[in-house]
């Protein structure tokens, strides 16, 4: 059975997360498709997560999380069924990505110094702003060999590696933590309660339920809404049937 899993944020900060990590998805994604659409797609995605990243202090938030990763392996450390080999590559990980976030004080700072991503970085801000009369020297770079433009999409999300493994570490310890369970939802409304350390809930369904959920709520309790799919009406409706599905608070 083929399902889709959604999650929700439970606070800011897993949602910062979450969107950094899709950006940076659909920015490697555009990078090795090469068409000329891939090219545009990714300066706009890489523009956006700059924006992002300028408004936010990611850093700090992951340091945090990393701190605190150290902290619960070295309790497990102390269990006797352990894989003490995994567990020391994990930490050796850990300490890696802290020193290096430590050093990188403003991350993507250093694209502001780019002379062609500063030349184009405005007139993405418009709509369709990406057209060979608005920046004809992107579409000269765009017809370059595909060597030279992989070479420099390279460099440039070379300034996210630290980051983008760090979020990679952080989101997939919050994920595991969560253990997907079979639940029913009557008349497509769940209402759930979060632990102490619930940031994230994970919601797994099968597409040919013809629905998909929607979650309001907070750190301490939330509700799940299960809403009909329609591409023709403006507003979905929720559906007004009993619906079993799997869920993981993490």
């Known amino acids: ?24 998805k659909q920015i490697d994604s555009s990078a090795h498709s090469g068409t000329p659409t891939a090219n545009v797609h990714f300066f706009e995605d890489l523009f956006t997560l700059l924006d992002l990243l300028e408004r936010l202090d990611i850093r700090s938030d992951v340091i945090k999380d990393i ?25 050796k990980k850990i300490i890696q990505l802290r020193e290096a976030l430590k050093l990188n004080k403003r991350i993507g700072s250093d694209l502001k110094d780019d002379p062609f991503l500063a030349t184009i970085r405005q007139r993405f801000a418009i709509p369709g702003g990406a057209c060979a009369f608005d920046l004809p020297n992107l579409h000269y770079w765009m017809s370059l060999g595909e060597a030279t433009r992989e070479k420099s999409q390279a460099t440039w999300r ?21 253990r997907f369970k079979s639940v029913s939802a009557a008349k497509g409304f ?18 040919a339920t013809g629905c998909y959920p929607t979650l309001s709520g907070n750190k301490y309790r939330y509700a799940l809404r299960f809403m009909n799919f329609s591409q023709t009406e403006v507003s979905s409706k929720p559906i007004d049937t009993d619906i079993t599905f799997e869920i993981a608070s993490c």
């Open 1 to 24: 059975m083929s399902t889709t899993v959604y999650e929700f944020p439970l606070n800011e900060k897993v949602r910062n997360y979450l969107r950094i990590e899709q950006l940076l």
């Open 67 to 91: 701190d605190a990763h150290e902290r619960n392996l070295l309790h497990w450390s102390q269990h006797p069924n352990i894989n003490n080999d995994a567990l020391q590559l994990t930490l």
């Open 158 to 178: 070379e300034s996210f590696t630290v980051i983008d493994e760090a979020i990679n570490l952080t989101l997939s310890f919050l994920r595991e933590r969560g």
């Open 190 to 207: 769940f209402p759930g309660l979060a632990d102490e350390r619930g940031e994230l809930v994970r919601v797994k369904l099968d597409p």
